[in-house]
């Protein structure tokens, strides 16, 4: 079950309906799984914006392989095809990144509002934000939901990591960053 909430906002009460079980247990189960580092949770941002905002974690399936087979993905042709084709590259992405920025669990969250913004990865360090946005595309372009986030959570600079070759901006304060060159390109200055 928890392979299909991978890279969506964790509901327990839901998962305990499904299993008959308390929610409580269903706490338990999520929090073991993280301690063992098989899941990710990425905590909320939430702060007095005028806004209602998600106050769940994301959670994320660390590794894609145990992801795609709990998923049945036997290959590429069955994972291009299938629905969690994006969430399984969001989850990949966001641990390439966590991993070359050595981000720390205090400093990543994710943002959303129930009137639909939302933002993949927030970056908190000190009285800085940054913003990281996954895309399962060549050619990105600028969501209302990103300048959304631009604006509400004060962000330095947002930054759309993409599946094409190439960094370039897309505004002054928005980059595409081609995942491929995360390495180079992704700075958080």
Do not use: C
């Not at 509002?113 to 360090?125: C, F, N, P, Q, S």
């Amino acid at each position: 079950m928890v392979a299909h909430y991978h890279a969506q906002i964790w509901n327990g009460s839901e998962i305990a309906r499904s299993l008959a079980v308390g929610a409580t247990s269903v706490a338990r189960y999520l929090d073991l799984l993280t301690s063992a580092l098989v899941i990710d949770q990425l905590p909320p941002w939430f702060e007095n914006l005028g806004k209602r905002q998600v106050k769940s974690p994301k959670v994320y399936l660390r590794d894609s392989g145990i992801l795609h087979t709990l998923l049945g993905i036997d290959d590429d042709s069955d994972l291009l095809g299938h629905p969690k084709v994006g969430a399984s590259w969001e989850g990949f992405a966001l641990q390439q990144v966590a991993s070359i920025l050595e981000l720390r669990r205090e400093e990543r969250f994710f943002w959303a509002t129930h009137g639909g913004a939302e933002l993949d990865l927030l970056v908190v360090r000190g009285r800085k934000r940054w913003g990281v946005e996954f895309k399962l595309t060549a050619q990105p372009a600028v969501t209302r939901s990103m300048t959304t986030a631009l604006e509400d959570l004060r962000l330095r600079h947002l930054f759309v990591v993409h599946a094409g070759t190439d960094t370039f901006p897309m505004t002054p304060k928005i980059s595409a960053v081609a995942l491929l060159r995360i390495a180079d390109d992704l700075r958080l200055e």
